[in-house]
Structures are given as C-alpha cells and as structure tokens.
C-alpha cells in the first residue's frame, strides 16, 4: 500500500529555486528523512528503504546534510536498532 502525501506550493518557490514539482517533491522527502533521522525519529535503514537507496549510502549523505552517526552511547544504539527492528516485525 502506498501512502501519498500532497503538499501545496506556490509556482514561485519553484521558478525561484529552478525546479519542478516533481524534482521538489524528491527534495523535500530526502529532506524530510535526513531530519527525521537526526533527530532519531527514524533510522538510518527505514530512511534509506524510504528514499530507495542502499543504507551506505543514505549515511554519507546524511552526514553531508549535519547528522552524526552514533555518539557510541548505549541509547543511541538501542534508538537505532529498536527502530529497525520494529520496522521488520
């Protein structure tokens, strides 16, 4: 099942930042999974299954886009595998 989500723009915003609808959309759902991510509402691998890339990957450009990986502290390994393993119930 998919889950669609529709926002409104104005024709501006597009002509000002040189893109499409559809190239907009795939920019504010990367976004969206990068914030998402560093705030540790999703994981790294949710975040990549979303955007349909490899989980590697998702990761060097989360961390060009201001995320850090884990701090090597207990909760953030817990928050990280307990996300993903939720998603694989």
């Known amino acids: 099942m998919r889950n669609i989500v529709e926002i409104e723009c104005p024709p501006e915003l597009l002509i000002g930042l040189h893109t499409n609808a559809e190239q907009f959309a795939e920019r504010v759902k990367r976004e969206a999974a990068y914030g998402l991510f560093r705030k540790g509402t999703i994981s790294s691998g949710v975040a990549a299954q979303w955007l349909g890339v490899p989980r590697a990957h998702f990761l060097l450009d989360a961390m060009q886009h201001g995320a ?16 993903h393993n939720e998603h694989h119930r």
Request: charged letters at 55%; a negative charge; aromatic letters at 6%.
């Open 68 to 83: 850090t990986l884990l701090d090597d502290s207990d909760d953030d390994f817990r928050r990280e595998t307990e996300i």
